[in-house]
């Protein structure tokens, strides 16, 4: 079985401070993990994702992610927070066979950033 | 290169009406995913294609849910007799297959509102 828990509901940072979103996944298989950002009124965009290679993943806008098997988890960081970052996370898990059926989303984590 | 299309972007519709939705996938693209997305809430799977395979409808919610597609190309998500339930952003999404590390391109969405 498999399942996705992203911690926050909610984060709120000042701008040019560090972002933090946490996820915390469980997977039958060797999982692939994926962080997809939801802009307003926007369609949901590939951040990052990790397919079983480096454990630190490096995205798109200066995000990165480290795949923590220990841990179970794959939580999203940012050094430095720009009012353009604002917005809705989701962390994704998937399966170790073709099954779309096995795609996981979380239920989000909406980022604001405060001036 | 195109990504992938949605039609309507939004629609309005009356308790207990059909409606059709439209999704145009990314050219090559032999997967092809619904996913409904109800109001601060994650995304729900609904059903995917896989090129001439049979459909994976694990995740339509009712008998009034159906989608088809024709090839690998055009898809349409018919839902019957509208509830006010089913008001939500339905979501479509590609990729080129259905690998469980592929990444999937996700289109803008269509808002359906059941009054």
């Known amino acids: 079985a498999q399942s996705v828990t992203q911690l926050d509901s909610h984060v709120s940072v000042s701008e040019g401070t560090p972002v933090l979103l946490r996820c915390n996944y469980s997977s039958s298989y060797s999982p692939s993990l994926f962080w997809y950002v939801q802009h307003p009124n926007k369609g949901l965009q590939l951040l990052l994702k990790y397919t079983s290679a480096a454990t630190l993943v490096k995205g798109i806008n200066g995000f990165e992610a480290e795949f923590k098997k220990s841990e179970t988890s794959f939580h999203l960081t940012k050094p430095s927070a720009h009012m353009s970052d604002a917005a809705e996370y989701f962390c994704?898990?998937?399966?170790?066979?073709?099954?779309?059926?096995?795609?996981?989303f979380g239920s989000g984590t909406r980022l604001s950033i405060r001036p | 290169g195109a990504g992938v299309s949605q039609s309507p972007s939004n629609k309005v519709t009356e308790k207990g009406k059909d409606v059709e939705l439209r999704c145009d996938p990314i050219s090559g693209h032999t997967a092809l995913y619904w996913y409904r997305q109800r109001l601060g809430q994650g995304l729900e799977f609904l059903i995917y294609f896989q090129g001439n395979s049979a459909p994976d409808k694990s995740g339509l919610p009712s008998d009034r849910f159906s989608a088809e597609r024709t090839g690998e190309s055009v898809s349409t998500l018919t839902i019957q007799r509208t509830q006010q339930e089913d008001s939500a952003v339905y979501l479509c999404?590609?990729?080129?297959?259905?690998?469980?590390?592929?990444?999937?391109?996700f289109g803008p969405g269509t808002r359906l509102l059941v009054l």
């Open positions: 994704v898990v998937s399966g170790g066979y073709s099954s779309a059926s096995k795609i996981i």
């Open positions: 999404a590609s990729s080129f297959d259905t690998a469980a590390g592929e990444t999937q391109y």
